[in-house]
Nanobody
Framework: QVQLVESGGGSVQSGGSLRLSCAAS????????MGWFRQAPGKEREGVAD????????AYADSVKSRFTISRDNTKNTLYLQMNSLNPEDTAMYYC??????????????????????WGQGTQVTVSS
C-alpha cells in the first residue's frame, strides 16, 4: 500500500503561483506512476500532470501545459506541482495519486483516474480574479 499526503494549497489572486507537495510513504519502491488530479464542485476529476518512474517522463493536460511543472525528489519520496500564472479556472481540490502496476504508463491510462489506485486526501486551491 502507498499513502499520500498533499500540502501547499491555498488562496491566491490571478497570475499568482503555488507549489503543491505530496509526501509518499509505504511501499514507495513499487510506484510506477505518480500524478496530480483536480476536481471542482459538480465536475469530474481530471488529470493535470503525471510523471513516470525511472526516466521521469512527464505529461500535462493541455489546459495547464507551459504553466505547471511536475517534478519529484526521489530521496524524499515527494512529488511536487509548481503552478504559475494561475487563473480562476484552476480553482479545485487537487489530489495526488500513485500506482504500482505497470499499466499506468500506457497511453490509455495516463492522466486518467482509472490509471491510479492510491490517492491523497486533497488540498484546496482557490484562485480569485
Amino acid at each position: 500500500q502507498v499513502q499520500l499526503v498533499e500540502s501547499g494549497g491555498g488562496s491566491v489572486q490571478s497570475g499568482g503561483s503555488l507549489r503543491l507537495s505530496c509526501a509518499a510513504s509505504g511501499y514507495t519502491y513499487y510506484i510506477k506512476c505518480m500524478g496530480w488530479f483536480r476536481q471542482a464542485p459538480g465536475k469530474e476529476r481530471e488529470g493535470v500532470a503525471d510523471i513516470l518512474s525511472g526516466g521521469g517522463t512527464t505529461a500535462y493536460a493541455d489546459s495547464v501545459k507551459s504553466r505547471f511543472t511536475i517534478s519529484r525528489d526521489n530521496t524524499k519520496n515527494t512529488l511536487y506541482l509548481q503552478m504559475n500564472s494561475l487563473n480562476p479556472e484552476d480553482t479545485a481540490m487537487y489530489y495526488c495519486a500513485a500506482e504500482t502496476a505497470a499499466y499506468c504508463s500506457d497511453p490509455t491510462y495516463r492522466l486518467r483516474v482509472g490509471g491510479y489506485n492510491s490517492w491523497g486526501q486533497g488540498t484546496q486551491v482557490t484562485v480569485s480574479s
